[in-house]
């Protein structure tokens, strides 16, 4: 469908080609760059731009054999066949009308004469010129001299860049591209204009670009339109039959091995390709490897063939890359792939391993083809538990749970009921929220394994379903016996250490944590790409909650680069660990966009286990910008995805409750519900979690959480708890001056939200004191920190903007109605009487001196009452 693109600015680039057309050292300006980078679109909006008369002509091809050809028919019928006469008729012709500006689009293709007439015009500056020229081609003599001899600015013109792509494709759709399709199509089309727009009509007509929660997506192949397929065509079908063969054989096999294509397609025609623009040869280490020059170039090529053709081809790839040593996965991959469709037949093994490799990789979609032609190659348990690990991942839960179910325990032997009741118990548990079922399969498998060493992989397995289900001390009690046996099997101790890893991040033991992530790294390259982010998750979680922000930083993006369409979970699950950080060192906008990215790309009910901490991250992020609605909302996704597989989230979606309750202005209720988060935790052993509720409740202006803030102090590791403590302390006894100092340290630590809190009580603190100069210096600390977090709005911030002499539960009902609630509703919030809010609204508009409802809500609100 054709959609209206619009224009992206390249303002540097403008003003100098107006600068040489309104006056300049130059007559004009030539641009250079690449086709389909907007050179001709750029060039005529900054000559229409001014004013003057303007006449456009282009050079083509089939004129270029015509002497005078552009401007020929500017002369009419003329019979003169000396061409000074001639040029000097087209000259007269063309200045006739007072042009000023002569506009050349494509000089490359200009014939020498008119070559010759246009220098001619620069040189007496009889007109102002404009031209574009294709870079990498051919140039007529007379057109290099106009910018070699400085008639003409010449201006490269670069393909845009990331940005400028993202921003071309974006006010296009009208809405957000998700990073990880913006780097995709940045990949695929290279920053040409041209490009992006036929790949996105293309994705657009086949259905792979599609908008999810509000963020557009890429998922599959990068889709090309039939009339970009043609412009590329036309240059395809020039090339010589040889070259054409090698474009052939590298579509299937991109990058492929320099000496592989030689043997295969010969030597000299590779190397005519590589003369010829339409490949790259580069190094690859001690290797040579052989590249498109543009990746849309593979996808004209492999509309051309037919299902004859490309099984041929890849087949003939197959049986050249079997004879050579398989050095690594992307190796067994790239074999694999070529097997899948070919005219050769290929073992059970391969594709096993190459199964093994793509979810290793957390290439999903390509794990789930291996695994598929394992399964239909007569593999056993094997071959479906790799299919049942790829679709429970994509969301496909129950075509999971059917493929291992099918399987009788009674006919495996101990290794592979260790594999099956794993996989098994992992969609059950965290896929399906079956933690009944879960418990039912793990107990069989755990009664029948004998062998010490195989029964080390439930033992950890049981770890780390107990602490999903609330059970730090089972959790960590299992995973101590897997970690303290020599020799566990990796499947074991990467399972032991997220379970124990989490148990201690939740307990506060941040020290101890770090070291089951390091257990786990160890085992990394034997375990599922995906199941990598949860041990990580925990590193992270536990460097967060203790105040450790730079290190949780560090590990949140450390080696997430994910770059293959099929990688879509993996980009989102690193966007929750990003996330998690934006949300702790106060950056909610980042945080935000980080967490509804990472939502949108994990829709898939095989994630299901990850959305329950992104929606607590994504509900503090908007409770802290004061909007409630988006926080509310978020907190719902999360409830309808509770229950036992993830009760060890209840105290933080509680906090999160609280969270919400400070943003509608119900502040006692917002504390109500952080001292419930707090003893929920504490009941759990959760004593980080425990501190940051009680902590929340701090922050809405609950002093009489000291004690308990203090007493965790000793038990919680790092300094942020120790931070929370101080502040504590001091709000318990209004001390300015202490509050002051617990905002630097909050600062330094980097959590800036709980920073721009402490300074704002200390304004108030100050007020009260009657320390004006204080006061107004913390009062600016909150106000510079709130902006930091991009505007955050909490209880204490409004409370130092705004000092009012009400309670706080004048303030509270108050609030509620600048918020638009009737009284009854009000009544109902805070459960109390009508009559008690009617009183309390009669004492708030006494004291600030206002007459009804409405003129009490536009003073909080900042508005002029009527």
């Known amino acids: 469908m054709a959609r209206n693109w619009p224009m992206i600015e390249r303002a540097n680039e403008f003003e100098a080609i107006r600068a040489t057309l309104t006056g300049s050292d130059h007559v004009g300006a ?24 303007i ?17 020929a028919h500017m002369v009419g019928v003329y019979t003169a066949h000396d061409p000074v006469t001639f040029m000097a008729a087209a000259r007269e012709a063309l200045l006739a009308d007072g042009l000023t500006i002569i506009g050349v689009d494509d000089a490359h293709l200009l014939d020498q004469l008119s070559a010759t007439l246009l220098l001619q015009l620069a040189i007496d500056k009889a007109a102002r010129i404009v031209a574009t020229v294709r870079d990498g081609v051919p140039v007529p003599d007379a057109v290099t001299t106009l910018w070699k001899d400085g008639h003409l600015l010449r201006i490269q013109l670069p393909p845009f860049t990331q940005q400028q792509s993202v921003d071309l494709v974006e006010s296009m759709l009208d809405g957000q591209l998700e990073g990880f399709t913006a780097n995709l199509m940045w990949e695929s089309s290279g920053g040409n204009a041209l490009f992006l727009r036929h790949l996105v009509e293309g994705a657009l007509e086949a259905g792979s670009l599609r908008q999810v929660n509000g963020v557009w997506q890429l998922r599959g192949r990068a889709a090309v339109t039939s009339e970009l397929a043609a412009l590329l065509e036309d240059r395809v079908e020039q090339l010589p039959e040889s070259v054409l063969r090698v474009l052939e054989l590298l579509t299937f096999c991109e990058p492929a091995d320099f000496q592989v294509m030689a043997e295969l397609a010969g030597e000299e025609a590779v190397e005519a390709a590589e003369n010829g623009g339409v490949i790259r040869v580069v190094e690859d280490g001690r290797d040579l490897v052989v590249r498109y020059t543009h990746p849309l170039f593979g996808e004209v090529i492999r509309r051309r063939l037919g299902i004859a053709t490309s099984r041929r081809l890849r087949g003939k790839l197959y049986s050249a890359l079997k004879q050579r040593r398989i050095n690594s996965a992307a190796d067994r991959i790239r074999l694999a792939e070529l097997a899948l469709d070919s005219d050769k037949s290929a073992d059970l093994e391969l594709f096993e391993s190459a199964a093994e490799d793509a979810i290793g990789l957390a290439n999903l979609p390509l794990g789930e ?25 994509q969301g496909h839960r129950i075509e999971a749970e059917r493929t291992l179910a099918g399987f009788d325990a009674d006919d495996l032997d101990e290794v592979q009921l260790a594999r099956w009741g794993s996989t098994r118990v992992s969609n059950l548990l965290w896929a399906m929220g079956d933690a009944d079922k879960a418990d039912e399969v793990l107990r069989l498998v755990r009664s029948r394994i004998t062998h010490p060493k195989i029964a080390l992989i439930t033992t950890g397995l049981a770890a780390a379903c107990a602490v999903s289900e609330n059970r730090l001390g089972d959790a960590l009690r299992e995973s101590g016996q897997v970690l303290r046996a020599a020799d566990a099997p990796p499947w074991a101790v990467w399972w032991a250490a997220f379970g124990g890893g989490l148990a201690a991040a939740l307990l506060g033991r941040a020290a101890e944590a770090r070291e089951y992530a390091e257990r786990g790294r160890a085992v990394e390259p034997h375990i599922d790409g995906l199941n990598r982010f949860m041990s990580t998750h925990a590193e992270v979680l536990a460097l967060v909650l203790t105040g450790d922000l730079a290190a949780a930083g560090h590990r949140a993006t450390e080696y997430f680069g994910y770059s293959a369409p099929g990688q879509y979970l993996a980009w989102g699950m690193s966007k929750i660990l990003q996330g998690t950080v934006d949300v702790a060192y106060g950056r909610f906008v980042a945080g935000i966009d980080n967490l509804e990215q990472a939502l949108a790309a994990l829709t898939a009910e095989g994630a299901a286990a990850w959305m329950f901490p992104a929606r607590i991250r994504l509900a503090e992020a908007y409770a802290a910008l004061g909007r409630p609605v988006e926080a509310a909302e978020s907190i719902a996704e999360a409830e309808a995805r509770g229950g036992r597989h993830s009760a060890v989230y209840g105290p933080q979606l509680e906090i999160a409750r609280a969270c919400l309750a400070a943003a509608e202005g119900t502040v006692s209720a917002a504390v109500e519900r952080a001292v419930r988060a707090a003893d929920a935790a504490a009941r759990a052993g959760q004593h980080a979690v425990e501190a940051l509720a009680l902590h929340t409740a701090a922050r809405f202006g609950a002093g009489s959480v000291a004690p308990r803030l203090a007493d965790l102090a000793e038990r919680v590791d790092g300094p942020l708890v120790r931070a929370q403590a101080r502040h504590a302390v001091a709000l318990s006894r209004q001390d300015g001056a202490g509050l002051d100092a617990a905002a630097a340290d909050f600062e330094n630590l980097g959590a800036r939200l709980s920073a721009a809190d402490a300074a704002a009580q200390a304004a108030t603190a100050h007020d009260r004191a009657g320390d004006r100069r204080r006061l107004l210096e913390s009062a600016a600390h909150a106000n510079r920190l709130a902006a930091a977090c991009g505007g955050a709005s909490t209880p204490a911030l409004r409370d130092a903007a705004q000092p009012l002499p009400l309670t706080v539960r004048e303030r509270e009902i108050a609030n509620l109605v600048a918020a638009g609630l009737s009284n009854r509703q009000i009544a109902d919030r805070l459960t109390v009487s009508i009559r008690t809010v009617e009183g309390h609204l009669y004492r708030a508009c006494t004291k600030l001196d206002v007459t009804d409802r409405e003129s009490l809500a536009a003073l909080l609100r900042g508005e002029s009452a009527r």
């Open 369 to 393: 083809r291996f695994a598929r032609a394992a399964v239909e190659r007569r593999g056993g348990v094997e071959s479906a538990d790799l299919l049942a690990r790829a679709l429970l991942w």
């Open 30 to 53: 030539v641009l250079i760059g690449e086709p389909g980078v907007g050179k001709t679109t750029l060039a005529r909006r900054a000559a229409t731009a001014g004013s003057g008369n």
């Open 55 to 71: 006449r456009w002509v282009a050079g083509t091809e089939s004129a270029r054999s015509i002497p005078l050809g552009v401007f």
